[in-house]
């Protein structure tokens, strides 16, 4: 099945940053609706995109024009980072075999609603100086209702401490907050990245000294934490009560981490990378179990924690899954490439989300 692609899978990310998000001719109209809450902030809808398709302020203009009105600005870092080489994004079967591994594919379902992908990135970065500028333009783009997110994340080297690695996060989320991010998102779940700021959300102590350094750096800030899979209900109750008080909320899921390889056995990705971050329609029962076990052990411990729902939402009834399951806003990663009218048409049928 011939599927639309805004974003060019084929070409490098420094091509796609440059020439920004390739919508079709046709642009469905957006309906009005009547204003919503998230976070403290008078929103349109809580259907939002998260880190990872909207490259910089031309992307999310794009998409905020196309109706959605929680726009996160891709990860971005204390200093430049290139990507890693081609390919970064590839389908894969829906299901994986019986040891949990994912084969890549070309051969789409006929719906684009129920596609499942797989990405590898490295949380490339454009040098401060460019991306100051620019969250600043997407901002000014805006309009009122519509919030600018932006993920941050710290370049930890070798020898850092956690108090180094705290800093770098402070000085992202402190540049995102003066150049006009109405919500900081602090990165502590990355599937590509070898180095330890892929996996800061599996330490709680850790994860409640960054954020009450962010917390004290950015003052009001609405600050999100995006976080990944939680195997074990206890060590997400220990996170989860790390957080309370510091952050505003949590965006989960980042993605599910699996075996992503032809096949013939080889991995797409390379041999660095064998394991990869799966998305799309494949992990979302999984997403809306973990989002259902967040916002119960938040309302239970009487946390002060929203939650930003993610994986594999593409239709009304995946974002109706994810409110009935206790989520504050509903966060979509990889269905807006594929579906840009997405939330024009979630206006016209679901004028309550
Ligand atoms: C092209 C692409 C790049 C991504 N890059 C980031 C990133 O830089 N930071 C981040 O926190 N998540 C990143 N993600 C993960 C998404 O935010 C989201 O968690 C994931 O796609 C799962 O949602 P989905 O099933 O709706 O796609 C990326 C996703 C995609 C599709």
């Known amino acids: 099945m011939e599927l639309e692609q805004t974003y060019d899978r084929a070409a490098s990310y420094q091509e796609n940053y440059g020439r920004g998000p390739q919508f079709g001719a046709e642009r469905r109209a957006v309906p009005q609706v009547p204003r919503k809450e998230f976070l403290g902030c008078p929103v349109r809808s809580r259907v939002g995109i998260a880190a990872g398709l909207l490259l910089n302020s031309e992307w999310i203009l794009g998409y905020a024009e196309r109706g959605f009105d929680l726009l996160t600005y891709k990860t971005v870092r204390s200093s430049f980072r290139p ?12 299901s994986p075999d019986e040891a949990g591994t994912y084969f890549v594919t070309d051969d789409l379902p006929d719906d684009p609603r129920e596609v499942s992908s797989s990405v590898c990135f490295g949380m490339p970065s454009m040098a401060p100086e460019v991306w100051r500028k620019d969250v600043a333009r997407a901002k000014g ?22 108090e180094m690695a705290a800093a ?9 907050r003066d150049a006009g991010a109405d919500v900081v998102e602090a990165n502590f779940s990355c599937p590509n990245v070898c180095s330890s700021e892929g996996s800061i959300y599996l330490d ?20 999100l934490i995006k976080t990944g899979h939680y195997a074990d209900e206890g060590r997400l109750g220990a996170y989860l009560h790390a957080l309370d008080g510091l952050a505003d909320g949590v965006t ?7 075996k992503v390889i032809h096949r013939d056995g080889s991995p797409i990705f390379g ?9 799309g329609r494949t992990i979302h029962d999984p997403c809306v179990k973990s989002v259902r076990k967040t916002a119960d052990m938040i309302e239970r411990d009487g946390l002060r924690l929203q939650v930003a729902a993610v994986g594999g939402a593409a239709t009304a009834d995946d974002v109706a899954r994810y409110f009935d399951a206790g989520a504050d806003a509903v966060m979509m990663g990889s269905a807006p490439m594929y579906l840009p ?10 004028p309550d989300f």
Request: charged residues 20%; negative net charge; contains cysteine.
């Open 204 to 223: 709680a102590e850790s994860s409640g000294y960054i954020a009450s350094e962010i917390r004290k750096a950015i003052g009001q800030t609405p600050l």
């Open 168 to 176: 770098d996060f402070v000085q992202c989320a402190v540049w995102a």
């Open 141 to 162: 783009g805006l309009a009122e209702g519509q919030l600018l997110i932006v993920s941050v994340v710290a370049t930890p080297l070798e020898d850092w401490t956690l």
């Open 341 to 350: 009218d997405l939330a024009a048409e979630l206006k016209g049928t679901r």
């Open 83 to 94: 990507c890693y080489e081609l390919p970064n994004w590839v389908f894969v079967e829906e």
């Open 252 to 258: 989960l899921v980042n993605c599910l981490i699996g």
């Open 271 to 279: 041999e660095a990378f064998v394991e990869a971050g799966v998305l």
